[in-house]
């Protein structure tokens, strides 16, 4: 589904990714764990082409994102490329991002309806099924500014998923919540990973959640992965020492 | 002193037509160059910006009075005909504070949070559903203050008109009533600067509803403090994008980084 | 004949000599009078007295929403019935000063207000005298930071210049209106001003820019 080939990526002369390879397969679900600045939302962001790679590959179901091909040659990919690529990824993000400007209902379908060309009584029917699905009905009217964060970030997930996407990410999406909402946004996230086949790449400080939902974990450190397994193996028994300073701190932290 | 109040009323009043007409004319003009220049000037084509920046530069640099002076004694001569003061006026208002319009729509448009463009690209909305449909509407409630400085700024800037026979209330003021009533200037100017201070309360007006309107989109609520708040409401954040349109330093936004 | 070099030539001395030493002399005096008295209405304005503070305000409020020319014709044909004779240029001076004093104020307002209230509350705890506090802790934060946003009203200012021709005073656009109606020809006077006035505020506003960098660099 997901294959990273010898990916690099610089700000400047800051090496944020260094040669990374590795794949996710379809359906799987793929927890980055690591210490801040370590790359991991990069990761998701060049995969929803909010940044490019400064040197090797990203291929999305076997086609790259950053390249087409043109006659016989590889060229960069020019916009009409990137949206096709683009249409089976959705992505939720850390500081929600929910238009201000439209009601909850308008955020769920603007997009369905002038991306993916769906009729507006398509659209709203699917809102209305995705907003039961996160327990936000009775807020269909409001605006964004009312509600609270959590609530900010179930209508974000909804508006994500109403673009059907075979491949969900998930950028911290509960480190701008107060502590007693993410519970809330973290089951229903397992809930709906756990009901669908959609393919989920997540970064998260939540290391319960990464423990209970991934099929593996990557431990992430300085551009590259350190460690890459099943989260029991990786949480009960790393191999590697950095993992266990890494998650020490954090479980210590609480 | 107060003899003469009726007929200086009734004098200046019959130029308030034209300083309305002059105002309401540039305030359209300016308001459409405005919107056109400044999204000209976040275009993707460099030659697109440079022609937008060039008649920002342009119309800012060269001083208002020397834009009256030459549409209306150096242009006749190269076009061959007089163009009608009034309308000379309202043009020349239209371009040379669209110019600081302009401004105000990119900065207001560049003070839209990047994290708005991503959620955008995200949902895969192409650019221009991105621009009118996202940025667009949330950059309305930001542009309203500054526009309301400078449509004042416009109303002050209809006074010149005066230097090309324009008959507005500040020519009316000037050529009609001092001539014969010197001594009592003080009256006379006293009531032209109260005609325009009513003008400038009426324009923050119209603009304070426009400003709750917009407001209404991004789903802020009103606030609290009624109309009679709009004159001190002009300050703030719109006092930096207007001194920002005023300079044509880049409105430098908030753009957030998290982590990489 | 649309464009006459040698009419140009001709009076182009004229326009950059008299015109030019003219702006410049009543802008920098203007804004001498500006950033001076601009602080004294930011300092009024924030008075605990309710009644300075308002005055203030409404005073502000009103020289801001009325017309320079308007300002300028006022104070041409008052001060002299309160027995005050100035001639025409200090006049002006004194017009552009005061209307470009209350933009100023507002200018200085954003500049204190952006100095950390931390600031307010060491100076308290050292218990310095509320002038020293001014002096010696807001002001030196607050000012270099508006020089830029103060830059860009002189720049403005230069610009309405123009205006002083109304009461006889002559600077660019005044000399070339005053050359182009004695030839009968505007073309050329009038525009040798514009150019002068775009290469002026141009290189007025390049060097707010490199201020505006100095500032930041600073803070």
């Known amino acids: 589904m997901i294959r990273f080939d010898d990916v690099v990526k610089r700000f400047g002369d800051v090496v944020v990714l260094d040669e990374l390879n590795f794949s996710v397969a379809p359906g799987e679900f793929v927890t980055l764990i690591g210490p801040s600045g370590s790359g991991k939302t990069t990761i998701l962001r060049l995969l929803m082409t909010l940044e490019k790679v400064t040197s090797g590959q990203i291929f999305v179901d076997g086609e790259c994102l950053s390249h087409m091909q043109r006659g016989s040659r590889l060229v960069p990919a020019d916009e009409k490329y990137q949206r096709k690529v683009r249409q089976r990824i959705g992505m939720v993000f850390q500081q929600f991002n929910l238009f201000p400007n439209m009601k909850v209902l308008q955020n769920l379908t603007e997009a369905p309806i002038r991306s993916l060309g769906l009729s507006r009584a398509e659209a709203e029917e699917r809102a209305l099924e995705l907003l039961e699905l996160v327990g936000l009905t009775e807020k269909v009217n409001a605006h964004p500014s009312q509600l609270s964060g959590g609530q900010q970030q179930r209508v974000a997930i909804a508006r994500a998923l109403a673009m059907r996407p075979d491949m969900l990410l998930l950028d911290e999406v509960t480190s701008a919540l107060d502590p007693e909402l993410v519970a809330g946004v973290l089951a229903l996230l397992k809930d709906i990973a756990s009901s669908t086949d959609i393919t989920f790449l997540c970064v998260t400080h939540e290391m319960n959640f990464a423990r209970d939902v991934s099929d593996r974990v990557l431990m992430f450190d300085h551009g590259q992965i350190v460690e890459d397994a099943v989260p029991d193996k990786l949480f009960s028994e790393p191999d590697h020492e950095r993992t266990r300073t890494f998650l020490r701190a954090v479980l210590e932290r609480g | 002193m107060f003899d003469n109040i009726g007929l200086f009323v009734e004098t200046i009043s019959k130029g308030l037509l034209l300083t309305v007409e002059a105002t309401l004319g540039g305030i359209v003009i300016a308001t459409i160059l405005s919107f056109v220049f400044g999204l000209a000037m976040l275009s993707r084509l460099r030659l697109v910006r440079a022609i937008a920046r060039i008649y920002v530069e342009f119309w800012r640099g060269t001083s208002e009075v020397v834009q009256l002076l030459w549409i209306y004694f150096a242009l006749p001569v190269l076009i061959g005909y007089q163009i009608m003061p009034l309308v000379a006026g309202i043009v020349v208002l239209g371009l040379n504070f669209g110019a600081y319009g302009a401004e105000i729509v990119r900065g207001a448009v560049q003070s839209v949070p990047k994290a708005q463009y991503e959620g955008c690209i995200a949902l895969n909305l192409t650019p221009a559903q991105r621009m009118r449909r996202v940025i667009l509407p949330q950059s309305l409630v930001e542009m309203v203050p500054p526009f309301n400085n400078l449509f004042i700024q416009l109303l002050k800037g209809s006074a010149l008109l005066t230097m090309i026979t324009v008959h507005e209330m500040t020519y009316q003021a000037r050529e009609v009533l001092i001539t014969r009533h010197v001594s009592q200037a003080a009256t006379i100017w006293t009531i032209v600067l109260l005609f325009y201070l009513v003008l400038a309360i009426l324009i923050t007006f119209g603009m304070r509803l426009l400003e709750l309107w917009a407001g209404r989109l991004v789903g802020r609520k009103p606030p609290q403090r009624g109309l009679l708040s709009a004159l001190r409401s002009r300050r703030g954040r719109a006092a930096a994008i207007t001194d920002a349109a005023v300079a044509g330093i880049g409105h430098t936004s908030d753009r957030s980084g998290g982590d990489r | ?219």
């Open chain 3, 1 to 219: 004949m649309i464009w006459d070099w040698d009419y140009a030539w001709e009076v182009f001395p004229k326009i950059v000599g008299d015109g030019l030493r003219t702006a410049v002399v009543a802008t920098v005096l203007g804004s001498l009078v500006a950033y001076t008295l601009g602080l004294v209405l930011a300092l009024l304005r924030r008075s605990p007295i309710r009644v300075v503070s308002g005055i203030t305000w409404a005073f502000i409020e009103f020289i801001r929403s009325t017309p320079l020319l308007v300002q300028i014709f006022f104070l041409f044909f008052v001060l002299p019935d309160i027995g005050l004779t100035l001639d025409p240029m200090t006049t002006g001076v004194i017009a552009l000063g005061l209307h470009y004093a209350t933009y100023t104020a507002e200018v200085y307002r954003a500049g204190i207000e952006a100095v950390p209230p931390g600031q307010w509350e060491a100076a308290t705890a050292l218990n310095l005298p509320r002038r020293r506090t001014w002096t010696a802790v807001i002001l030196p934060q607050a000012v270099p930071r508006v020089l830029p946003a103060l830059g860009n009203y002189t720049i403005s200012m230069l610009k309405e210049t123009p205006l002083l021709l109304m009461i006889g005073v002559l600077e660019i656009a005044g000399v070339a209106r005053q050359v182009g109606s004695r030839a009968f020809r505007y073309v050329e006077p009038v525009t040798i001003a514009g150019v002068l006035f775009l290469v002026l505020s141009l290189a007025a506003s390049l060097l707010v820019r490199w201020l505006e960098r100095r500032v930041r660099y600073r803070n």
